[in-house]
């Protein structure tokens, strides 16, 4: 079992930055894809970033390609998501999420964290 807590959000600007980070608890962290979720409102849950256990691979959503970058410190169990030239319709609560690669396509165990706001306004 493995116990996620997200920080990092705030209000910025559209153009702006924030670097989320998800620290998790337990020594088995480094055996975990991770993931990066997002909701808005009124909009279904998007997945939005992972990252294999070891770091080596990544993909990131159509949508914030080239924006957003998703990464790993395993020695310090803690995954990240650095998010540059924020949208407006970036906002939405952030989670993370730890699960499973296969066949190239990510499943997410029911590991989640509280989530946190990101609001992209002027």
């Known amino acids: 079992q493995v116990q996620l807590v997200e920080s990092g959000g705030g209000l910025v600007q559209p153009g702006g930055s924030l670097r989320l980070s998800c620290a998790a608890s337990?020594?088995?962290?480094?055996?975990?894809?991770m993931a990066w979720y997002r909701r808005a409102p009124g909009k279904q849950r998007e997945l939005v970033a992972g990252?294999?256990?070891?770091?080596?691979?990544?993909n990131v959503a159509e949508s914030v390609r080239g924006r957003f970058t998703i990464s790993r410190d395993n020695a310090v169990n803690t995954v990240y998501l650095q998010m540059n030239s924020l949208k407006p319709e970036d906002t939405a609560v952030y989670y993370c999420?730890?699960?499973?690669?296969?066949?190239?396509?990510?499943?997410?165990?029911?590991?989640w964290g509280q989530g946190t706001q990101v609001t992209v306004s002027s």
């Open positions: 999420n730890a699960g499973y690669y296969n066949g190239g396509a990510y499943y997410a165990y029911d590991y």
């Open positions: 337990g020594s088995r962290f480094s055996t975990y894809a």
């Open positions: 990252i294999t256990p070891s770091g080596g691979r990544t």
